[in-house]
């Protein structure tokens, strides 16, 4: 094989998607090695993270034990603010899980190669954010033993009633299941190639009896890779709408009510880019600390990380539009009830909130258009934690301050959280991580099948060329 | 028989209680067996766990036990095992109209009954299931109550079933029984009754009168002393004054064109039967092109912005001391045309003119608060207008006998007692040790008296200090009689046995008297035998029960003249130092009702404060002093001293502070102990209403408030200086003149374009339900919400809930202030659930617990729903209520108490709703139901909506309240809905609202308007 010789100017333009990969086999070995480590070989520092977020995982299960047995009333909210935290960390989790999708789904579809790299844990954060979030909607109820099963089309001998088709909860209730059921689909299916290689490799007999069943029969034959490459195009193909449709039909609960706040027409196309602005925010917390934990700077290179910030970019500035446009109607309706909303949502009492999320979401992205800003590891970790936090308060805005102080001025109330609402939130972020930390255990966080065509794309775009280079 | 009670299923079972009885009674003072060594030998640990085991105070007993112990040692302390406790009583008792001949289990069954407070007297009906009062409302044929009952009186209900009452005989703090009571009595030597003293409250009552008389004829030199916190005494003396003869007083506020109140909340607390608001609204509906020449015009003079305050066409502000310059100057003012430039004289001035135009269809009332002169010269002014005998009429005083009463009276009593010459104190039904005057020291008095027995209701403050306490029978649980101030009486009839063996002011006057008869029925009954004529004796007495007023005792006419020399107006108060008024606190009275759960929860008609009490200051007062609401003051004049928390109220007079009675009491129950401030504590005999002197300091200290309404004004908070805020259209209102010249106006106020929908519409066919509240005439005065709250088993959360804004009444009463802070008006609006067409709540419950019922009900399916609370949010009209917690659970948890006890007041006819489910009013959905299935059971032939009466229309004083089928063109709500004055609240957002409401229209003096 012949030395390659890359130009360094080309290598700064257009960098490679993966660096210092030695061979396939190499390649192979460093994402394998994580998952068939022994206990000790696993750095401590992964272990003493593991245990911090499970015990949140404990408090979370406390949290909701004593809500179940108490009722709401533990939580802070009150008449008229019926929905507070519960249902803004719903949507923040629900918004988290769509990065997930629009790299595995729709960059896929576009031939994205760069998603290689980061798709595998952008989908397992998808379907972790979505258990997240499924979490509140059944247990914001008044009767979550009740609602468990009267909020699904089961045939119940109770009352012999359907669902109420025209509510949009109902509509929520399919979009996530929906939503949760492709997800989960995408991502197994690609993640068949890689655990059949971890069933090859394995020694003990435990591991290879798991991965053989969950590897499906997996033996690499062409005919194989065919009907996989089909399947995948198929439930990509299926992903990508659903990338537009679940946050719809989340912002549904609000935009088709009446109360002044909620009932907005752009909100779908708001909510969409907010998710997947928060969702490209989350991923990039993840990769990063992952990227650290396990050593992978080789694998998940900054020129990922640039274009993710690209997007963050985009989005951020969709969401600042939207936030303008919210501003312009209020104005431009001549209703009364809805100008007050939004002079109250900027200068009422939640006006810490307002500016908070108008701050981390549109102002402080607005440092990406500097390629110094997007490739900085710390000012990128940074921004990815202030996103989450503006667009959590997106949601806590729109959601709970609208309720504040709707139409009879006789009824306007005010919400704190309690201490339930507090730690059953710090008890999901926690449910979040351990999940997340236990995949990049025990899976191949980094798609293999994948990472090993773009790696050996790479080395031949430039071996091929002897070192000279032609877009001059 | 009715042996089919609750109690009695629940009591039959178990045998222990009967056991436990004996020990409870037995084992504190001759134990047969000793349980160890520290009960042999008697120390104070085993004295100390007796007391904690078999004590003097229920609450007491109960605490640190289960549930399960505590309902044997109630059973058993309290002598429930062997009484079937919620059986009928034993006397015979005539039903109403509504009643039925033969007994059918589980029909509601409806007796006459009375019930007295503060010198007057309202007739009830009440509904009884299987011998348990469940709800209080009006007797339509009592002349003081034409149908309505106040707040106070439905809420009483709730006190027969509250497990904090007395329930043993007390003896020197150690529990007793009633025999050893009457045991004692027997060794007392009265002699002449030279060391005996009665105290009582206002004594309404024919039979208790009798037994008085009685009482001073057996001991002569015995004395009866009538105390009450809130009383009528400066009105009767205000009468003597200006009439020389004792008369009682009848303002006939539906008779006149102008009334002026000197200090007079005739429509909130200083009239505790619904008589005044009937007759005020009367004149405040409005059907036709007449009705409009009808509506009168209501001046108020006052310091604490009242009820009537808030329904006057003007009010002037001013302390409470100064009350009385001011009616000295208007009956001045009616020979000459006074000058002035300030508010005051325009105000004097533009009611002086009014008063004499309108001549005999004028009137003028003073306050309960304010002194006998401003009564007589009230009076004085009613005769020179030649409104006497019109708009206000007189009859004779119906008690004559020895008796003195007030705060003079009680002053001299607390004297006698404390120099010694008291030897006997019979204390029936009152609590001096709380409501006496600061000064007086009674309760250091009451210990120098060697006798004191207290009949109470409570093991109350006056409980604690008195050598015997004897527990009350609850005007529910015994036989009496009471007297309204025009001299009509009605017949107390119990409704069930005293649960609590507790036993009446009669029989306990019966055992003094050592009178043949000894049983509430046989004193009742007997008396009204030597009073109604012998002939039709029987029959009279059964037509008094049922009809539930005693025929023949109205009082007579009389035509009393002023004697204008007899009245001189005293010069006005000093006006140094802050003025401190007194005020009859809506929700407590006088601390009667502190431990009502209902009543607490119940905002503060003006204030919306609930769970307390607190000073009010004007807003001018807060900015100069810089005081937020909830900062503590400290109160002081002398060593009288209050520390309490302050509120803004707008409107309130400056210079001055009022504070409501009946809060901080020391001894109450678990709902009213250490509830609010004690404004006892700086009340003296002097300064009785108005404590003049006072100065107000803040202590650094701050105090939580609860309060129902955050925002109090239709125009939205300036949070932009550049913005001028919005008006919002909520409650709308005209004046007659400019609704006269345009009647569209009230709907004008709301532009709402042509609201189309892409779909067909529903049509709304047959029967269909509609309400329509007239704001004209509501007064905001809180019938509704304990009617609703009673009918519907509304439960009670708590002052922490509430703080977290989760109260349930179904209807609240919202109030807004319009105008200037300092000194603004006030309306009110009634808010139920507005049983939209277009329901928003509807189309977003996922479960489909809430859907449209074919009559137009907006219906809640309970047991469907899974509490998702978006209904709620989508509800603009925010009347929907969520159960956070288990209320019934935590209110019983919190008071320890058996749900067995606490249920028994609960209408069997509505669901009692689980924790994690939303509620709201239904329209009283039961009372539909039942009238449908009466129309059925009777073979009429068809169901029209006829005799439907929800329970808040059922109760309002003011018939503000229109309810029944809106496509029958003949109903009222029909009528009233087609009304020009008629709108729907957020009309645009084309819900199409069932309830509407009918615009107010005011009154006012163009004189004053135009300033």
């Known amino acids: 094989m012949s030395t390659v010789v890359q130009d360094p100017q080309l290598l700064e333009l257009n960098p490679p998607l993966v660096q210092g990969t030695g061979d396939l086999h190499d390649l192979t070995d460093q994402i394998s090695s994580v998952i068939e480590a022994q206990v000790f070989e696993t750095p401590l520092k992964y272990w003493i993270t593991l245990a911090c977020t499970s015990s949140i995982v404990l408090l979370l299960g406390a949290m909701i034990t004593y809500l179940v047995n108490t009722g709401i009333g533990v939580w802070g909210n009150n008449r008229p603010i019926g929905w507070a935290w519960d249902i803004t960390n719903f949507v923040f989790w629900i918004g988290i899980g769509h990065a997930g999708t629009l790299i595995s789904a729709i960059l896929f579809l576009f031939r994205q190669k760069w998603r290689t790299s980061i798709n595998r844990s952008a989908e397992a954060m998808t379907l972790f954010a979505v258990m997240c979030a499924g979490i509140f909607p059944l247990f914001h109820t008044g009767r979550p033993w009740r609602a468990f099963y009267w909020l699904f089309p089961i045939p119940n001998t109770d009352l012999n009633l359907w669902q109420n088709f025209r509510s949009p909860l109902i509509w929520d209730v399919f979009a996530v299941s929906t939503y949760f059921t492709v997800s989960l689909l995408f991502w197994f299916t690609g993640l068949v190639p890689d655990l059949a290689t971890l069933r090859d490799r394995a020694t003990t007999k435990v591991r290879q009896v798991v991965f053989g069943i969950l590897s499906l029969g997996w033996r690499g034959s062409a005919r194989h890779w065919r009907h996989y490459e089909q399947a995948y195009l198929i439930l990509a193909g299926i992903s990508t709408p659903l990338v537009l449709s679940v946050h719809s039909v989340v912002s549904f609960d609000f935009a088709t009510s009446v109360i002044p706040g909620w009932h907005t027409t752009i909100f779908p196309p708001y909510f969409v880019a907010g998710a997947i602005f928060s969702g490209f925010a989350c991923v990039m917390t993840l990769l990063l600390i992952a990227r650290w934990l396990l050593n992978l700077q080789n694998l998940i290179t900054i020129k990922h990380l640039d274009n993710m910030n690209k997007i963050i970019l985009v989005t951020g500035s969709i969401v600042g539009y939207a936030y303008c446009t919210e501003f312009f109607i209020a104005w431009y309706s001549g209703s009364i009830y809805e100008r007050f909303t939004f002079l109250n949502r900027a200068f009422g009492p939640y006006w810490w909130a307002a500016w908070s999320m108008y701050t981390c979401n549109v102002f402080i992205p607005q440092l990406y258009w500097f390629r110094k800003m997007r490739t900085n590891l710390w000012v990128m970790f940074i921004i990815s934690i202030t996103t989450n936090i503006g667009m959590w308060f997106e949601r806590f805005v729109i959601i709970a301050t609208s309720l504040t102080r709707d139409f009879l001025p006789s009824s306007w109330g005010y919400y704190s959280p309690t201490w339930v609402d507090i730690c059953t939130f710090i008890g999901t972020i926690g449910l979040f991580l351990t999940l997340f930390l236990l995949f990049a255990r025990f899976l191949p966080m980094i798609a293999m099948s994948e990472v090993k065509g773009v790696a050996s794309q790479e080395k031949h775009a430039f071996a091929g060329q002897e070192g000279k280079v032609l877009h001059r | ?1011």
């Open chain 2, 1 to 1011: 028989m009715d042996k089919m009670s609750l109690f009695q299923i629940l009591n039959n079972a178990p045998d222990e209680p009967a056991g436990l009885k004996q020990a409870s009674t037995s084992s504190s003072t001759t134990p047969e067996y000793w349980r160890s060594l520290d009960q042999l030998a008697d120390t104070p640990e085993f004295q100390q766990w007796v007391h904690r085991e078999f004590p003097d105070d229920a609450v007491a007993v109960l605490d640190g036990n289960s549930r399960r112990s505590m309902l044997k040692i109630m059973a058993a302390s309290f002598g429930l095992a062997g009484l079937a406790a919620c059986r009928r009583p034993e006397m015979r008792m005539a039903p109403q109209a509504r009643g039925r001949e033969d007994y059918i289990p589980g029909s509601p069954y409806n007796y006459t009954s009375a019930f007295a407070l503060g010198g007057h007297a309202s007739g009830l009906v009440v509904q009884t299931y299987e011998g348990r009062p469940s709800k209080i409302e009006g007797n339509p044929d009592h002349p003081s109550s034409l149908g309505a009952a106040t707040a106070l009186a439905q809420a009483s209900v709730l006190g027969v079933y509250d497990p904090d009452r007395a329930k043993v005989v007390m003896e020197g703090g150690k529990e007793s029984t009633w025999e050893e009571f009457e045991a004692a009595l027997k060794t007392l030597s009265l002699g002449d009754g030279s060391g005996l003293r009665f105290l009582s409250g206002t004594v309404v009552s024919p039979t208790l009168e009798s037994q008085r008389a009685e009482a001073l004829k057996s001991f002569p030199k015995a004395k009866w002393v009538e105390y009450e916190s809130i009383a009528r005494d400066n009105e009767r003396a205000g009468a003597l004054l200006a009439f020389g003869q004792a008369v009682d007083v009848h303002p006939q506020f539906d008779r006149a064109k102008v009334i002026l109140s000197l200090d007079f909340d005739f429509l909130g607390n200083d009239w505790p039967t619904p008589l005044a608001t009937k007759l005020f609204s009367k004149n405040r509906h409005v059907d036709s092109e007449e009705d409009l020449e009808k509506i009168s015009r209501l001046y108020v003079v006052e310091s604490q912005f009242s009820l009537t305050g808030a329904n006057a066409e003007h009010r002037l502000r001013m302390r409470g001391g100064d009350v009385q310059q001011f009616a000295a100057d208007l009956s001045a003012a009616l020979g000459t045309s006074p000058a002035g430039s300030d508010r005051r004289a325009k105000f004097l001035a533009a009611v002086a003119k009014d008063l004499k135009a309108a001549g005999k269809e004028a009137l003028v009332v003073a306050g309960p608060r304010q002194p006998a002169v401003v009564h007589a010269l009230a009076h004085q002014i009613n005769q020179t207008l030649g409104a006497a005998g019109e708009t206000i009429t007189f009859t004779k005083a119906a008690t004559t006998d020895r008796v003195e009463s007030g705060v003079d009276a009680l002053k001299t009593l607390t004297g006698e007692m404390t120099s010694g010459q008291v030897s006997t104190l019979i204390i029936l039904g009152a609590n001096p040790a709380y409501t006496a005057p600061a000064d007086l020291q009674f309760g250091a008095a009451l210990a120098k008296v060697a006798n004191s027995i207290h009949l109470g209701a409570e093991n109350d403050e006056t409980a604690a200090a008195a050598k015997w306490h004897l527990p009350e029978a609850h005007f529910l649980e015994a036989w009496g009689d009471a007297r309204s101030t025009d001299g009509v009486v009605a017949i107390q009839q119990p409704m069930i046995e005293p649960i609590f063996g507790g036993r009446s002011a009669i029989e306990v006057m019966a055992l003094v008297l050592d009178s043949k008869d000894k049983k509430g029925y046989d004193l009742v009954k007997n008396f009204w035998a030597s009073q109604l004529p012998a002939a039709s004796r029987d029959n009279a007495w059964k037509k008094a029960l049922n009809d539930g007023v005693v025929a023949g005792t109205k009082s007579a006419e009389v035509k009393p003249t002023v004697d204008s020399k007899r009245i001189q107006a005293a010069p006005a108060a000093a006006a140094s130092g802050i003025e401190v008024g007194f005020l009859p606190s809506a929700t407590t009275w006088d601390g009667r009702f502190a431990n009502n759960a209902w009543m607490q929860e119940a905002p503060d008609p003006i204030t919306k404060l609930v769970w307390d009490n607190v000073v009010l200051v004007s807003p001018a007062m807060a900015r100069e002093r810089n005081l937020k609401d909830g900062d503590m003051v400290a109160l002081t004049r002398g060593n009288l001293k209050l520390e309490a928390a302050v509120m803004t109220q707008p409107g309130h007079a400056a210079n001055a502070v009022s504070i409501a009675l009946g809060y901080g009491r020391p001894r109450s129950g678990t709902v009213g102990t250490d509830v609010g401030f004690n404004a006892g504590l700086i009340r003296t005999s002097d300064g009785f209403w108005f404590g003049q002197g006072f100065s107000m300091a803040p202590t650094g200290a701050k105090h939580i408030l609860a309060n129902t309404q955050e925002h109090g004004s239709m125009e939205e908070p300036q949070l932009v200086a550049s913005i001028k805020p919005n008006h919002r259209p909520l409650v709308r209102e005209s004046t007659i003149e400019d609704y006269k010249k345009n009647a569209r106006i009230i709907e004008q106020m709301n532009e709402v374009p042509e609201l189309d929908s892409i779909y067909p519409q529903r049509t709304w066919e047959g029967l269909q339900w509609g309400m329509a509240i007239d704001l004209g005439a509501c007064t905001g005065c809180n019938a509704c919400v304990i009617a609703c709250q009673s009918e519907n088993n509304v439960p009670s959360v708590g002052k922490d809930q509430v703080l977290r804004g989760r109260e349930m009444h179904w209807i609240r009463m919202d109030r807004y202030y319009v105008g200037p802070v300092d000194d603004p008006r006030a309306v009110e609006q009634p808010i139920p659930c507005m049983q939209c067409e277009n329901a928003p709540c509807e189309n977003v419950c996922p479960v489909q617990a809430t859907t449209h019922s074919p009559e137009g009900l907006n219906d809640m399916a309970y047991n469907r729903c899974v509490g998702t609370r978006y209904c709620a949010n989508n509800c603009p009209f925010k009347v929907r209520h969520f159960n956070f917690l288990d209320w019934h659970k935590n209110f019983l948890e919190r008071r320890r108490i058996e749900p067995e006890l606490m249920s028994m007041v609960y209408n069997p006819d509505v669901t009692v709703r689980m924790r994690g489910i939303m509620e709201k009013c239904t329209y009283c959905v039961q009372r539909i139901q039942e009238a449908r299935i009466s129309t059925k059971t009777d073979g009429r032939k068809e169901f029209t909506g006829e005799g439907v009466v929800t329970a808040c229309q059922q109760t309002c004083p003011a018939d503000a309240i229109a309810f029944g089928n809106i496509n029958d063109p003949n109903s009222k709500v029909a009528k009233l809905k087609k009304q020009e004055r008629n709108y729907a609240m957020l009309a645009e957002l084309d819900v199409r609202p069932r309830t509407t409401y009918l615009g107010r229209l005011r009154n006012p003096n163009p004189d004053l308007e135009a300033s």
